[in-house]
């Protein structure tokens, strides 16, 4: 192996003369201004003109060469046969490389073809001689330093030095940021403005591949787990490609030759697609109020299924069942919720999910339950056991891989699974015709084998297996197809991170778009299709939110919105709320985009800032962020093409919280020159050649709308149906008054011809949106100053509020100024606006803290109860917290006590001598880092609440002194999640217990 590194360098040096002239017996391929070398020992180096020679070289590890290659050429061609053994035992196989022009590039394919028993090794893809000095490296990474270095968000568009590292395609595992999603690599030479990428092909069939870089300057590409032997050869492909020394001139060559890899099958993803939810939520909603936040689609949350698996079960649409949060549903009500959110003008994904199966599964196999195959369905471990046995995934020992909440992990390329899961999408089609479509969880167990199963291609520890990258390429050739037939989407919630796993979806939800790696690795997998990315809760936002939401800016990825019964990620909260209504313009203008992959396209002077740009229907979008403290920045955009008669762009800028309005810019021979103005370190600016305003898409008032062009000689047609634009529809004369949700389409039109893409928006006629209430909930003790606020300027001040708990109307106080309350409140308030329905309503929940309870008699934790559960952790606490610890409230330790974690239960006996019960109550200190805790306790007595607090977050305490009915049996102290999970309800019963004096 050695002699061949050697060789590898030695022909890099001998294959150019210092002259530039080729050495005798030199074959040379030339395509896209690149020549690839080849000597008659078969070693290759590529080369751009003018600029300096790298070796290429495939090779298989623990095999070297035997005898010297066969180097033949013709037709532009070269191509060179070797033969290898393998070190350890003299296993011989055949290598052939062979070299070709490209329209842009040089192909490089290799075939690996050996005989007799089956075996593996990796396949090595080398490329070496890069000066560290002067050559930088790229590739599509969760973090451009090595892991060792990984902290903060670091921005994957800038390339790194060559160092020491190793990085594996899609990742280890979805917690690691020592991956890469695209297979290319590119490197950079400072001076000459010169780039080489290295370009896999995603149509072929990789299994596991790394990318390791070296100091020095070298890189390898290595496949593992294909099968040799038997006569088979295995074939890989690749291409050289030469460009300007910018990564993005690699990635758009890559987009351009695999188009299908990187394009939504069903480009209809780009109009859903904006802020998201993960909510079971289906009660009304403030639509105005999250359409200007940019919230548009909800992935419904996994809690319709009665188990995971059986999303829709076979039954009449009125049928109910219990679904997974112990709530009755139906498909009816199912249908119904995607018509409202429709109607509302938001989209809903359905969830779906293709590795995963049943709920609190039990292997093996339990006695059946079912007496009929009609009935199997009602128990996950009769369907999965006795339905879809065969496609549990067990690794070598023969036992199954455990997942959420007790489900099993499957394969999806067992043919009577992949029956159920298109048979349950035709469900979907028909049952719930207003869904845009699906999300499919979870593709990180892609990454495994089936033992059990042969695709022919994988070889795992000495046998064959059937990988699950094959299975989920044989169920989504089915699958994809049957949704995107009937124009719906699917998306995907990647955690295995792949270009060659795109290939049916239309979109990306990334659950762990909140650690900095995976945010980066989906906006690079979804540069031309839309990205949604996850804000777990407020302290994701971290200490200064304008820094969190410019990177999502940055990448072009929608964040989820603050989202009522958002699971495990962020929920309404106020202070959050300004931030996403400061930035959701901003985003909006991002609805459509894909990135702009052109050579040096945009530039800030000076690196006053960061700037990406994005193509929208009807021009460009340009996120300047990250200009912390600066006031302006100077961004250059080049080359940008214009369409025939365009006369520049109309060009607008907007800043967080602030209005869309004019920017100068200077056009000249095709450079666009900026002075942008920056507020919060932030812009956004547009360049349009086409357009329709306002950029806001919905309206509580009738609505104005104008159309324009910059293309001389140009018409607008449009039409108001939604139906497309023709030469023959009507011509835009006057600005449009809309009175309705009205879907809007027009394109320009020179000489009979449509210049450009056509341009659609939905206008959704909205009810005002709740006021703001500030506080909108406060525990006080004295008094408390309310303040109200609209939440869109428009709305005016038509402001009406009551003080107990009754609908506001026109009869109602209307506001005037702070209000200062001295009792417990419950305030609502609405907009009322003239000519529009009534404003959807504000309450706050404003509680004065009773008197502090007398210490008990009898304290809960001296006593054993009758049961004790808690949401997490082994079992409720005596005298200290769920953790262990001192038990602290608002930052007051106290001796005796109980620490639980929502939902908990403590249930005791009662006795007669007991008169109250009292306690003080509240989220422990040990959650003084986490927003995300919030708990409602009751007491009851047999099944009826005598007390109960209001919702209780950290730094809050609430006091009980509960009288207790004679002849009571039982009391039980409830400890709720308030609907919006169990994540850090850390709460405590404290100087709890029993009055009998």
């Not at 921005?155 to 060559?162: C, S, V």
């Not at 991170?497 to 979806?505: A, G, P, V, W």
Request: with cysteine.
């Amino acid at each position: 192996m050695r002699r061949w590194l050697v060789g590898l360098v030695a022909s890099a040096l001998l294959c150019l003369a210092p002259n530039g002239a080729r050495a005798a017996g030199t074959r040379v391929v030339r395509a896209g201004g690149l020549e690839v070398s080849v000597t008659d020992d078969g070693h290759a180096v590529v080369s751009a003109r003018g600029a300096r020679a790298w070796g290429i070289a495939t090779r298989l590890a623990g095999c070297v060469p035997q005898g010297t290659p066969v180097v033949a050429g013709r037709g532009g061609r070269v191509e060179v046969t070797w033969r290898l053994a393998r070190e350890q035992d003299g296993r011989p196989c055949t290598l052939v490389e062979q070299f070709r022009p490209g329209k842009e590039s040089i192909r490089w394919e290799i075939a690996v073809t050996s005989d007799g028993e089956p075996w593996s090794t990796a396949v090595e893809t080398h490329l070496s001689g890069a000066d560290p000095s002067t050559t930088h490296f790229w590739t599509a990474w969760g973090d451009p330093r090595p892991v060792e270095q990984v902290g903060d968000w670091r921005d994957p568009l800038q390339p790194a030095p060559f160092t020491d590292r190793t990085l594996t395609y899609g990742g280890v595992d979805h917690t690691r940021s020592d991956a890469f999603c695209l297979p290319i690599a590119t490197l950079l030479e400072r001076h000459g403005d010169r780039g080489l990428s290295l370009v896999l092909s995603p149509e072929e069939c990789t299994l596991e591949l790394t990318l390791a870089t070296t100091a020095g300057g070298t890189l390898a590409f290595a496949r593992r787990h294909h099968r040799l032997g038997g006569g088979k050869t295995q074939r890989f492909a690749m291409d050289l490609v030469a460009h300007p020394a910018d990564w993005r001139a690699g990635v758009g060559w890559m987009a351009r030759r695999y188009p299908r890899y990187f394009d939504p099958p069903n480009p209809r993803s780009h109009a859903i697609a904006g802020l998201g939810a993960y909510s079971s939520y289906e009660g009304e909603l403030d639509a105005a109020r999250l359409m200007a936040m940019g919230f548009r689609v909800n992935w419904k949350a996994s809690y319709d299924f009665p188990y995971m698996g059986m999303f829709l079960p076979p039954v009449a649409d009125d049928v109910e069942w219990t679904n997974f949060k112990r709530l009755p549903t139906s498909i009816r009500q199912m249908r119904d919720y995607a018509r409202r959110m429709r109607r509302a003008g938001f989209s809903v994904l359905s969830y779906f999910n293709v590795t995963e199966f049943g709920a609190y599964a039990t292997d093996p196999a339990p006695p059946r339950k079912a007496q009929s195959e009609a009935d199997l369905w009602r128990d996950a471990n009769d369907f999965l056991h006795y339905h879809l046995g065969e496609a549990i995934l067990r690794g070598p020992d023969g036992k199954p891989f455990g997942s959420w909440e007790g489900a099993l992990v499957m394969d999806p390329g067992e043919p009577v699974y992949q029956r159920f899961l298109l048979a349950q999408a035709r469900r979907h089609l028909e049952k719930i015709p207003d869904s845009d479509g699906i999300c499919i969880d979870r593709l990180d167990w892609l990454r495994f084998y089936n033992p059990r199963r042969d695709d022919g291609v994988s070889w795992v520890d000495g046998k064959p297996a059937r990988s699950l990258l094959a299975s989920w390429e044989s169920v989504m050739g089915e699958l994809g197809p049957l949704m995107h037939r009937a124009d719906k989407v699917i998306y995907c919630n990647p955690l295995n991170r792949r270009l060659d796993l795109m290939r049916q979806i239309d979109g990306i939800y990334d659950e762990m778009a909140d650690q900095p790696h995976s945010l980066n690795l989906c906006a690079l997998l979804g540069v031309r299709r839309p990205v949604m990315g996850w804000i777990a809760n407020t302290g994701t936002l971290g200490p200064d939110p304008d820094v969190t939401l410019q990177r999502y800016l940055h990448l072009g990825v929608f964040p989820t919105a603050p989202f009522p019964g958002n699971d495990h990620t962020i929920t309404p909260d106020a202070w959050a709320e300004r931030f996403y209504l400061d930035y959701g313009p901003l985003f909006d203008a991002l609805r459509g985009r894909t990135w702009v992959l052109r050579p040096h396209v945009v530039t800030v002077t000076a690196g006053q800032a960061r700037a990406n740009l994005f193509a929208v229907p009807g021009g460009y979008v340009l996120p300047v962020t990250g200009g912390g403290d600066e006031t302006r920045a100077e961004v250059v955009l080049n080359d940008l093409p214009l369409l025939p008669g365009q006369e520049g762009f109309r060009v607008e800028v907007i800043h967080p919280a602030g209005e869309w309005r004019l920017l100068k810019a200077s056009l000249r021979e095709g450079r666009l020159t900026l002075t942008v103005p920056l507020r919060r370190g932030c812009a956004v600016v547009r360049l349009l050649h086409t357009w329709i305003l306002p950029h806001r898409r919905y309206f509580v008032t009738p609505a104005t709308v104008t159309l324009g062009s910059t293309l001389r000689g140009a018409v607008v047609r449009y039409t108001l149906d939604g139906s497309a634009p023709l030469p023959t529809s009507p011509r835009y004369t006057r600005p449009l008054r809309l009175q309705r949700t009205t879907t809007l389409r027009a394109a320009a039109y020179r000489q009979g011809a449509r210049v450009g893409p056509e341009q659609q928006a939905t206008f959704v006629r909205v009810p005002p949106p709740a006021p703001t209430i500030t506080p909108e909930r406060a525990i006080f003790t004295e008094a408390v100053t309310v303040s109200l606020q609209p939440s869109l300027p428009e709305t005016g001040t038509a402001l009406h509020y009551t003080l107990d708990g009754s609908e506001p109307t026109a009869a109602s106080p209307r506001y005037t100024g702070a209000l200062t309350l001295t009792e417990s409140t419950l305030l609502k308030a609405r907009v009322l606006v003239a000519g529009a329905p009534p404003g959807r309503v504000a309450t706050a929940d404003l509680r004065k803290l009773p008197p502090l309870p007398p210490l008990p008699d009898v304290y809960i934790s001296d006593l054993t109860p009758l049961k004790a559960t808690v949401g997490w952790g082994e079992v409720a606490k005596k005298d200290r917290s769920i953790e262990g610890r001192t038990l602290c409230l608002a930052g007051t330790e106290y001796a005796k006590g109980m620490g639980v974690s929502a939902v908990s239960e403590l249930v005791y006996p009662l006795q007669p001598e007991y008169r109250a019960f009292v306690a003080i109550v509240g989220i422990d200190h040990e959650m003084k880092d986490w927003n995300l805790a919030s708990v409602i306790f009751r007491v009851l007595v047999d099944g009826k609440v005598l007390a109960e607090s209001p919702l209780i977050r950290q730094g809050d305490v609430w006091h009980l002194h509960v009288p207790l009915p004679p002849g009571g049996r039982e009391i039980t102290l409830f400890a709720d999640d308030a609907g919006d999970t169990i994540n850090c309800d850390h709460a405590d019963w404290v100087n709890a217990g029993f009055l009998t004096r």
